[in-house]
């Protein structure tokens, strides 16, 4: 199977500069270096690289979006990993934080950036020092700092922790946290390309995103773009957890069927149970029932089912859950991240909440089932950002697709009433 | 009073010199950062020392601490303990371990022992699902928990 990040993951001692450099690192800036940056733009533009961090968006365009002639830029790496589900960054920080490195210094040269901020969640304290150990390495060979390999290009490249706020995976409220505020979202436009960081010209792009420009630059944007779907270029990196008897992070060619993920890659399911469910992309994006395990894991096929590849996160439920208790567990998670700016999502979340908690200990009535789609339709596309659009998502797609575990909960009560 | 030590000091020039001169204040979570993981909390005597040196108001350092959930305004324990509440720990039986947890500590999920050796919270997704039921202890993640493995994690911190 194609990998082009995990290929040698496990290998001892890769977050070391001598041992990356011996699996073949760094060898992309000499060859960006000879190019225009530009080029490398239109290289990554033809290489079909779309965000990983959970939008999907074409990453050689977003590059291209800069505002012209207008300096400085500024690259913000989006290290703010948690979606629900969601744990490949911290895999790839952890073993292979010069990958990341080689893979911001060739961003910032096709950008004309010269200072790069790493935002990492602060829960990743043991990631950040593994990070700032491995740029002292890069400053000391002459990768980072001034006039990098007489290349003319001068790059600062620094970390930033966050203190437990999942909004600031948002990149708007990233910046703004970023700038010394709340993590609160900002209206858009302007977009980051032409008014971002410090109201300058800014790429915010996912760990995993900048993990793969060095193989486009190495191998040529023909190459990646072989690998995949029409649509969905590459690999992605999957995050499966649940009820699977091997959990872990898998890399897969876009395309892969679902079930060859579930079945063949983690294992199957714990005690051979039957699978009821799972959510594709991370808690964000609408779960699916188990006839739905042949749909092919790219965007394209995921957005055609009714859902989103998100982050890739592969969440799996086996036959003995209960929809709403998943539902429940979701909407307290959004309730308590919603950061407060905009009512739809504060007070919905909020009120979602109150609802599932009714109808998971017994006490629903018929009606609340039609009150919750009314709460998730009065939230959807209303704010400032995704969060309250992500929130939905877990109730709206349970409700559509296990009516039946909704209904048990509240028959349930009806019967007990009646006697 | 609060009072930054020399240590620190060397440690926030150091931070200040990451951000442009005039955006200073981007240092403010860094700050509030060195503050808390030095004192187990920020209180509003470190939280004014931060503000008069990036020129911030009290209320505006205090409107953006308590944003965040990793300070707090009291002292957390030695060994702080974030559990996993989220969907892919909730699937492997986190919420028995959480309780278990809470009860050999003999607190309620928020409180803190005594002693202060122990503070232990319920906490959202913290990027380690494929290792799930998981647990934070300060900067260590703990995978793959049993209730076993959780007393002998306990029973190892002095």
Known sequence: MTQILFHNINKKDLHTLAVYEKEGGYKGLKKAFAKEPDEIVEMVKASGLRGRGGAGFPTGLKWSFLAKDVFPRYLCCNADESEPGTCKDRELLQKNPHLLIEGMILCSYACKIETVYIYLRG???????????????????????????????????????????YICGEESALLNSLEGGRGEPRMKPPFPAVQGLYAQPTVINNVETLCVVPYIVNNGAEKHAAIGTEKSKGTKLVSVSGHVKKPGNYEVVLGTPIREIIYDLAGGIRDDNKLKAFIPGGSSVPM????????????????????????GALIVMDHTVNVVEISLRLASFYMHESCGKCTPCREGTRWMWQILQQIQTGKGEASYVDKLLDICDNISFKCFCPLGDAAVAPVISGIENFRADYDELIEKMAANTAV | MFVFSEEDEKQIEKILNRYPEEQKRSALLPLLTLVQRREKHVSADAMRDIGRRLDLSPAYVQSVCSFYTMYSATP????????????????????ELLAHTAKKLNIEIGGTTEDMKFTLHREECLAACSGAPMMRINDTFYENLTSDRIDQILGSLD
Not at chain 1, 288 to 311: F, H, I, N, R, W
Not at chain 2, 82 to 95: A, K
């Open chain 1, 123 to 165: 829960e990743f304290y043991d990631l950040c020092e593994i990070m700032e150990t491995a740029l002292e390495e890069a400053y000391a060979k002459g990768y980072l700092g001034k006039n990098i390999l007489g290349s003319g290009l001068n790059l600062d490249i620094h970390t930033h922790l966050g203190a437990g706020a």
């Open chain 2, 76 to 95: 957390v324990g030695k060994y702080l303990i974030l559990f996993c509440i989220n969907i892919s720990c909730q699937l492997n039986g986190c919420d």
């Open chain 1, 288 to 311: 699916l029932p188990a006839d739905k395990v042949d749909t092919p894991y790219d965007y394209e096929s995921l957005q055609a089912a009714g859902t989103m590849l998100g982050s």
